[in-house]
């Protein structure tokens, strides 16, 4: 991608799945939201229903950014495909609104995963020792965890490979372990009648009359457990064959997600007796947890006492650490992305990576802070919980549908696809699936959740995601220091790229360099196809073959069409490891054949592609080049009229079995 290497590249493709599984964490989520978004909105028949069409919708999103994973696998993932596929003008800004919006929607991520730590920490102390905390010590908690995590973050690349693989294992494994368990332990399960068909309603606590209503908020516990898939692509320059694997691990990560997390609900639906028990204050919980409610109560129920229900609770516990320190690494990494791009105040701080460790280290803990800020309010304005969670969705995919719709609308051939790629109809079909599921939850999400609406238990995803638009277009277009007067996107630093050089003085040193070989292929064409160093001339007085040169101008044509007039979007035709594909003879002799514009831009040593100038140069290389077709045709019709004059002088006999011209009577004595 035209990066230097920074990172330690030792993920493989079951650390990059694991920190994507970790985050979206089953255990994590279903336990987080179970009882605050689906008990409340409809019960057992939304949440198994719901599950089901939002994990298709979700897949589909995640396939559609696996595509452009592969393609271009960096880092900076969400915003670098903006400007990539955006339209010329409008990528500048399309890249930095994209990526501001996922900045919000990450720490809002980040805190809300936070927040569900410390609800559990203080449900043990509530259940295990009557100890109910206040809400500044329970900020004191928020912000030690958050601390905590980010330390942990904060070790070398070989540490947290080793973490990512346990936090995988964990959820996978403690997953199993409980859905196990809590049907062996339960005295009795509930029919698969009443889980796919029952209806809770909990209109005198949420005060929504509408059945519809229920419906489409009772999605959200479904939605936020598919959040966070991104992070594979975040990890990709520390993944090997991250063309590859980063897709392969969202795919992954999503697809077990959605079955172990349908299977954990439909358990804990099986389990519940008595919904509106697991929220009444007068229980062991005090109504602040029902999920430890429930646990608290099966172990009850088949032991007679509930303590040891504690010891399952400390499962989802455990996942939901792991997964709060695997948000705050890989968000870390987009935030050190952005910031080594130019777009973040105090880039050259954040952009750091710490040699030590090989870790973006001011990033972690940037991103760390930004979550404590967003975060604090929930602990004194519970309602603020969903506005948190919400924000946490609806931004970050707004920031997923950018790049999808800058790749659905954007001309066929500005997208090169990797390894890891669709048909184009089938492409087509899911982007747009995709974008309208986006704008679906986008509106839903930013809907008040209780009513009657007051200033304390509205929904302010709307006025947080207006404001970071604002504030993200306002620095844009800002006078004088707006980032439209400096910000042109990715700084690729490798190579030929120099982090001091501007966008535009890149493209036309590409564009000149690309002009010149074809310039010298031309040359070489009319000159009888011969180059400085091919062959020796032919011997005095005798012909060149005109095959040789007919043969050469038709290989500068379709040299010039391969690598510069056409739309290439083949995979390259040598054996050059990693993205680009190519030979680096393929790049030298101007990348004939139906991978040529891929090769050309291929950097040596180097396992990754430089899709920068692609599209700049693809819209550019066709002018001009009339002119030079002329020039080689006229070329190949030269050629191709010395050889037929020369064939012409072959079929004319030899001239010692002509016959000497008529010169009448000769003088005797005379020689002929």
């Given at each position: 991608m035209g990066y230097a290497q920074t990172l330690s590249r030792t993920f493989t493709l079951f650390n990059n799945t694991g920190v994507a599984f970790t985050i979206l964490s089953p255990l994590t989520a279903v336990t987080g939201t179970y009882g605050s978004w689906g008990l409340l909105y409809g019960g057992p028949v939304v949440m198994a229903?719901?599950?089901?069409?939002?994990?298709?919708?979700?897949?589909?999103?995640?396939?559609?950014?696996?595509?452009?994973?592969?393609?271009?696998?960096?880092?900076?993932?969400?915003?670098?495909?903006?400007?990539?596929?955006?339209?010329?003008?409008?990528?500048?800004?399309?890249?930095?609104?994209?990526?501001?919006?996922?900045?919000?929607?990450?720490?809002?991520?980040?805190?809300?995963?936070?927040?569900?730590?410390?609800?559990l920490l203080g449900v043990f102390g509530i259940m295990g020792a009557g100890v109910e905390l206040s809400d500044v010590q329970n900020l004191l908690i928020f912000w030690g965890v958050l601390a905590a995590a980010a330390a942990a973050a904060s070790t070398p690349n070989g540490a947290m490979a080793y973490l990512t693989s346990l936090g995988a294992l964990w959820n996978l494994v403690a997953l199993a372990a409980l859905v196990a368990a809590l049907p062996a332990l339960a005295p009795r399960l509930n029919s698969a009648?009443?889980?796919?068909?029952?209806?809770?309603?909990?209109?005198?606590?949420?005060?929504?009359?509408?059945?519809?209503?229920?419906?489409?908020?009772?999605?959200?516990?479904?939605?936020?457990?598919?959040?966070?898939?991104?992070?594979?692509?975040?990890?990709?320059?520390?993944?090997?064959?991250?063309?590859?694997?980063?897709?392969?691990?969202?795919?992954?990560?999503?697809?077990t997600t959605a079955l172990g997390g349908f299977a954990y609900m439909l358990v804990l639906n099986a389990v519940t007796t008595d919904s509106r028990a697991l929220l009444a204050p007068d229980t062991e919980s005090r109504g602040y947890h029902p999920v430890a409610q429930l646990f608290w109560n099966v172990h009850k129920s088949a032991y007679g006492d509930g303590r040891g229900g504690l010891a399952l609770l400390s499962i989802p516990t455990l996942a939901a650490a792991m997964c709060t320190y695997e948000s705050i690494c890989a968000n870390a990494r987009m935030l050190f992305a952005f910031s080594r791009d130019g777009a973040v105040p105090f880039h050259k701080y954040i952009g750091r990576v710490e040699g030590r460790t090989k870790a973006p280290l001011v990033a972690v803990w940037v991103m760390m802070a930004l979550a404590a800020l967003i975060g604090a309010p929930m602990f004194f304005s519970p309602p603020y919980i969903a506005t948190i969670e919400t924000m946490a969705v609806v931004n970050t995919y707004i920031a997923y549908g950018i790049p999808i719709a800058c790749k659905l609308l954007a001309d066929r051939g500005a997208f090169l696809p990797g390894p890891y790629a669709m048909r184009p109809w089938l492409s087509r079909c899911l982007n747009a699936a995709a974008l309208l599921w986006i704008a679906l939850i986008a509106v839903v999400f930013s809907l008040p959740t209780l009513y009657p609406i007051t200033p304390g238990n509205m929904n302010y995803n709307v006025a947080g995601t207006v404001l970071v638009l604002a504030l993200s277009l306002g620095g844009y277009y800002c006078p004088v220091v707006g980032g439209r007067h400096w910000f042109t996107g990715p700084r690729p630093n490798l190579g030929q790229f120099r982090e001091d050089v501007a966008a535009e003085e890149q493209k036309a040193a590409a564009l000149g360099a690309h002009l010149l070989m074809q310039q010298e292929l031309l040359n070489a064409a009319q000159n009888g196809g011969t180059s400085k160093a091919a062959k020796p001339p032919p011997p005095h007085g005798e012909a060149e073959p005109a095959g040789d040169a007919a043969a050469a101008a038709a290989a500068a044509a379709a040299s010039r069409k391969s690598g510069s007039g056409g739309r290439a979007t083949g995979r390259g035709s040598g054996g050059a490891e990693g993205a680009g594909g190519g030979s680096a003879a393929a790049v030298a002799g101007g990348a004939a054949g139906p991978g040529g514009r891929k090769e050309m831009y291929h950097i040596p040593n180097h396992d990754q592609r430089q899709p920068l100038l692609r599209g700049r140069i693809a819209e550019r290389m066709d002018e001009g080049l009339g002119a030079e077709e002329q020039e080689a045709a006229a070329a190949a019709a030269a050629a191709t009229g010395k050889k037929e004059g020369r064939a012409a002088r072959e079929r004319m006999p030899p001239s010692h079995l002509q016959a000497p011209p008529h010169q009448g009577p000769q003088p005797h004595g005379q020689r002929q």
């Amino acid at each position: 991608m035209g990066y230097a290497q920074t990172l330690s590249r030792t993920f493989t493709l079951f650390n990059n799945t694991g920190v994507a599984f970790t985050i979206l964490s089953p255990l994590t989520a279903v336990t987080g939201t179970y009882g605050s978004w689906g008990l409340l909105y409809g019960g057992p028949v939304v949440m198994a229903w719901g599950m089901v069409v939002v994990s298709a919708f979700s897949l589909a999103v995640c396939v559609c950014l696996a595509e452009l994973a592969s393609a271009y696998p960096t880092s900076g993932a969400i915003y670098y495909w903006s400007w990539v596929l955006a339209p010329g003008r409008a990528k500048a800004v399309v890249c930095w609104v994209s990526g501001w919006v996922l900045v919000l929607g990450q720490a809002a991520f980040v805190a809300a995963n936070a927040s569900i730590l410390v609800e559990l920490l203080g449900v043990f102390g509530i259940m295990g020792a009557g100890v109910e905390l206040s809400d500044v010590q329970n900020l004191l908690i928020f912000w030690g965890v958050l601390a905590a995590a980010a330390a942990a973050a904060s070790t070398p690349n070989g540490a947290m490979a080793y973490l990512t693989s346990l936090g995988a294992l964990w959820n996978l494994v403690a997953l199993a372990a409980l859905v196990a368990a809590l049907p062996a332990l339960a005295p009795r399960l509930n029919s698969a009648t009443h889980l796919f068909t029952h209806w809770d309603d909990m209109t005198e606590v949420t005060g929504v009359k509408s059945q519809f209503y229920n419906v489409l908020l009772g999605l959200m516990m479904s939605q936020y457990l598919f959040l966070g898939f991104d992070a594979c692509p975040h990890m990709a320059e520390e993944t090997h064959h991250a063309d590859i694997n980063a897709p392969r691990g969202m795919v992954l990560a999503t697809a077990t997600t959605a079955l172990g997390g349908f299977a954990y609900m439909l358990v804990l639906n099986a389990v519940t007796t008595d919904s509106r028990a697991l929220l009444a204050p007068d229980t062991e919980s005090r109504g602040y947890h029902p999920v430890a409610q429930l646990f608290w109560n099966v172990h009850k129920s088949a032991y007679g006492d509930g303590r040891g229900g504690l010891a399952l609770l400390s499962i989802p516990t455990l996942a939901a650490a792991m997964c709060t320190y695997e948000s705050i690494c890989a968000n870390a990494r987009m935030l050190f992305a952005f910031s080594r791009d130019g777009a973040v105040p105090f880039h050259k701080y954040i952009g750091r990576v710490e040699g030590r460790t090989k870790a973006p280290l001011v990033a972690v803990w940037v991103m760390m802070a930004l979550a404590a800020l967003i975060g604090a309010p929930m602990f004194f304005s519970p309602p603020y919980i969903a506005t948190i969670e919400t924000m946490a969705v609806v931004n970050t995919y707004i920031a997923y549908g950018i790049p999808i719709a800058c790749k659905l609308l954007a001309d066929r051939g500005a997208f090169l696809p990797g390894p890891y790629a669709m048909r184009p109809w089938l492409s087509r079909c899911l982007n747009a699936a995709a974008l309208l599921w986006i704008a679906l939850i986008a509106v839903v999400f930013s809907l008040p959740t209780l009513y009657p609406i007051t200033p304390g238990n509205m929904n302010y995803n709307v006025a947080g995601t207006v404001l970071v638009l604002a504030l993200s277009l306002g620095g844009y277009y800002c006078p004088v220091v707006g980032g439209r007067h400096w910000f042109t996107g990715p700084r690729p630093n490798l190579g030929q790229f120099r982090e001091d050089v501007a966008a535009e003085e890149q493209k036309a040193a590409a564009l000149g360099a690309h002009l010149l070989m074809q310039q010298e292929l031309l040359n070489a064409a009319q000159n009888g196809g011969t180059s400085k160093a091919a062959k020796p001339p032919p011997p005095h007085g005798e012909a060149e073959p005109a095959g040789d040169a007919a043969a050469a101008a038709a290989a500068a044509a379709a040299s010039r069409k391969s690598g510069s007039g056409g739309r290439a979007t083949g995979r390259g035709s040598g054996g050059a490891e990693g993205a680009g594909g190519g030979s680096a003879a393929a790049v030298a002799g101007g990348a004939a054949g139906p991978g040529g514009r891929k090769e050309m831009y291929h950097i040596p040593n180097h396992d990754q592609r430089q899709p920068l100038l692609r599209g700049r140069i693809a819209e550019r290389m066709d002018e001009g080049l009339g002119a030079e077709e002329q020039e080689a045709a006229a070329a190949a019709a030269a050629a191709t009229g010395k050889k037929e004059g020369r064939a012409a002088r072959e079929r004319m006999p030899p001239s010692h079995l002509q016959a000497p011209p008529h010169q009448g009577p000769q003088p005797h004595g005379q020689r002929q």
